[in-house]
């Protein structure tokens, strides 16, 4: 456990370093100009998929992660995201990521 915190630890500070001499030099300089950010769900797993596409739209981020079982939304009650969903759940998401530019 203490390996594994501290190699987290170390990767963060290398990151944060790397970061910081790469911004220094100027944005233009940059080896990385466009970065693309993508939402993981999980980050807002106490809330329902549509509420996650919502708070993901509003941090302007285009791109998302779903994550099995994360409830859909108050549209389907006691149904999850899941490889399972019908034909009608699945088409219902597409719909509300097109809606929102995701």
């Known amino acids: 456990m203490k390996t594994t915190a501290g190699m987290a630890l170390w990767m963060l500070a290398s990151a944060s370093l790397a970061c910081s001499q790469s911004t220094?030099?100027?944005?233009?300089?940059?080896p990385v100009k466009k970065?693309?950010?993508?939402?993981?769900?999980w980050t807002f797993n106490k809330f329902s998929f549509?509420?996650?596409?919502?708070?993901?739209?509003a941090?302007?981020?285009r791109?998302?992660?779903a994550y099995p079982g994360q409830p859909l939304g108050k549209d389907w009650p006691g149904?999850?995201?899941s490889h399972s969903m019908t034909d009608a759940q699945t088409a219902w998401v597409k719909k509300e990521l097109d809606?929102?530019?995701?």
């Open 63 to 65: 791109f998302i992660e």
């Open 59 to 61: 941090l302007g981020i």
């Open 35 to 41: 970065m693309k950010m993508s939402m993981q769900c």
């Open 79 to 81: 149904t999850g995201f």
């Open 24 to 30: 220094s030099a100027g944005a233009k300089d940059a």
């Open 50 to 57: 549509l509420e996650t596409l919502d708070r993901t739209k």
């Open 99 to 102: 809606g929102r530019g995701l």
